[in-house]
């Protein structure tokens, strides 16, 4: 979040100045609970998100606070719901974007310790790289100037954890503010030359100990895989987080959730694009 200028401190409504407040105080419970691998309950009312746009500048006032604490850079932006079946799981309609933090980003055979997590589970994804920035002052966004941006596209295991009491009692906003489950991610070979490729005809299977636990086309992800991407590239212009050339986006899991023990081996098998795994210890 924006840090204002001092001569803009004096002069700001006193709601503006309280608010900041809130989304600060919000922020700082969030990174708590973050850092110490805490189990979320929820605000407190006073803290609790008003709506979808207090959500998104939570948000990024705790990421201000990760990268301080040294979790690294935000280099790309997961959505969240973006498929009948998650969306099903969730009891959410709607789609919802987090950070993807650069230390949380490995490729193609990844090990976890399962420790790390509080409830650590896995999802079968489809992600894109951008080649060029996509500019606020560009919105709305068409499918054929997101589709321009992409120069490359891979396979993905996102890597989610339960950091809630129950998360089924928490409401959207809250959900947002906390990245929407975001952990880490495994991506599998990038592909640059992808542009004949039709990305709905894509088809993934997702095992987990060699149990296929779920299956799936990229035309679950919203129809179109490229309109998760239109909707994150409107959705950061409205809440002010930039999609940079070099940005890692996970457009969605085509499977439910599935909740990982430790030992456990997944493997997630893209057809065109190839393998990638993740073990946890």
């Not at 906003?173 to 489950?181: E, R």
């Not at 004949?196 to 993934?204: M, R």
Request: hydrophobic residues 45%.
């Amino acid at each position: 979040m924006r840090q204002p200028a001092e001569s803009e401190g004096s002069t700001r409504p006193a709601a503006r100045r309280a608010a900041d407040g809130t989304v600060r105080a919000a922020a700082e419970l969030l990174a708590r609970h973050r850092l110490g691998r805490l189990s979320f309950g929820g605000f407190p009312e006073a803290l609790r998100p008003r709506d979808e746009d207090q959500a998104y500048e939570i948000q990024a006032a705790l990421h201000e606070l990760l990268v301080d604490a040294g979790r690294g850079d935000v280099i790309g932006r997961k959505i969240g719901c973006t498929t009948p079946t998650m969306q099903a799981y969730l009891e959410i309609h709607t789609p919802a974007a987090g950070g993807i933090f650069a230390p949380t980003v490995h490729h193609l055979d990844a090990s976890f310790r399962h420790a790390d997590y509080v409830r650590p589970g896995v999802e079968c994804e489809l992600a894109v790289r951008l080649g060029r920035d996509l500019e606020p002052a560009e919105a709305p966004f068409v499918r054929a100037a997101v589709e321009a941006a992409v120069e490359s596209v891979t396979a993905a295991i996102e890597i989610v954890d339960d950091r809630y009491a129950n998360w089924r009692n928490l409401d959207l906003p809250t959900l947002v503010t906390d990245d929407f489950f975001g952990a880490a991610c495994v991506l599998g070979s990038e592909l640059r030359d992808w542009q004949g490729i039709d990305l709905t005809h894509v088809s993934a299977r997702m095992t987990v100990d060699g149990v296929e636990v779920g299956s799936g086309t990229g035309a679950e992800i919203m129809g179109d895989p490229l309109a998760a991407l239109v909707w994150l590239a409107d959705t950061s212009a409205r809440h002010g987080f930039p999609l940079r050339a070099g940005s890692l986006v996970l457009l969605g899991s085509i499977v439910q959730t599935h909740w990982v023990a430790p030992s456990a081996e997944v493997v997630v098998e893209n057809v065109p694009f190839g393998r990638v795994s993740a073990r946890f210890e």
